[in-house]
T-cell receptor
Framework: EAQVTQNPRYLITVTGKKLTVTCSQNMNHEYMSWYRQDPGLGLRQIYYSMNVEVTDKGDVPEGYKVSRKEKRNFPLILESPSPNQTSLYFC?????????FGPGTRLTVT | KQEVTQIPAALSVPEGENLVLNCSFTDSAIYNLQWFRQDPGKGLTSLLLIQSSQREQTSGRLNASLDKSSGRSTLYIAASQPGDSATYLCAVEGNNRLAFGKGNQVVVIP
């Protein structure tokens, strides 16, 4: 089954404790991206990757890092999480413009 | 920066009525436009993708139009059903980036 998977689905952590949210797709898509969704602000793009080893900032990259060492994986790294990064995070991959989204990761930073 | 607006933010309609959801965007230099459905606490499900060279797309009871010159798209859902209750998101892709509207929250009343 073609899909985008994210782990973990739910995470509660404390300020400053480094964490990684994994994202994997099995559709051989070149383009992958990360979004956060906040009430009243909608979905905003954090980072995107056009292909392996090619990443670029989206609209809200501050406080996040990404890497793209393999085509299928695109992890999101929060090296020192803060409470304002509490949000619902989505990973997506696409081909020919059609976006496929993961199920989301609900992150709470206390 | 691309700005995407969806009006109305929320609406309720009786079952059987046709739904018309509007999306406007500020930069007409787009690659494509995609409509999604999101159920509460869930991920995004792609409904229709319109490439920039196309004027409309149809799938079952759903029809989406695109007018690049005026920066508008309309999602039309015929004969609404309670199962259509959800938030509908419009997303515009350009310059390798995706910009979302804040959504139309729809309730279909049985």
């Amino acid at each position: 089954e073609a899909q985008v998977t994210q782990n973990p689905r739910y995470l509660i952590t404390v300020t400053g404790k480094k964490l990684t949210v994994t994202c994997s797709q099995n559709m051989n898509h070149e383009y992958m991206s990360w979004y956060r969704q906040d009430p009243g602000l909608g979905l905003r793009q954090i980072y995107y990757s056009m292909n392996v080893e090619v990443t670029d900032k989206g609209d809200v990259p501050e406080g996040y890092k990404v890497s793209r060492k393999e085509k299928r994986n695109f992890p999101l790294i929060l090296e020192s999480p803060s409470p304002n990064q509490t949000s619902l995070y989505f990973c997506a991959s696409s081909k020919s413009g059609e976006q496929y989204f993961g199920p989301g990761t609900r992150l709470t930073v206390t | 920066k691309q700005e995407v607006t969806q009006i109305p933010a929320a609406l309720s309609v009786p079952e059987g009525e046709n739904l018309v959801l509007n999306c406007s965007f500020t930069d007409s230099a787009i690659y494509n436009l995609q409509w999604f459905r999101q159920d509460p606490g869930k991920g995004l499900t792609s409904l229709l993708l319109i490439q920039s060279s196309q004027r409309e797309q149809t799938s079952g009871r759903l029809n989406a139009s695109l007018d690049k010159s005026s920066g508008r798209s309309t999602l039309y859902i015929a004969a609404s059903q309670p199962g259509d209750s959800a938030t509908y998101l419009c997303a515009v892709e350009g310059n390798n980036r995706l910009a979302f509207g804040k959504g139309n929250q729809v309730v279909v009343i049985p």
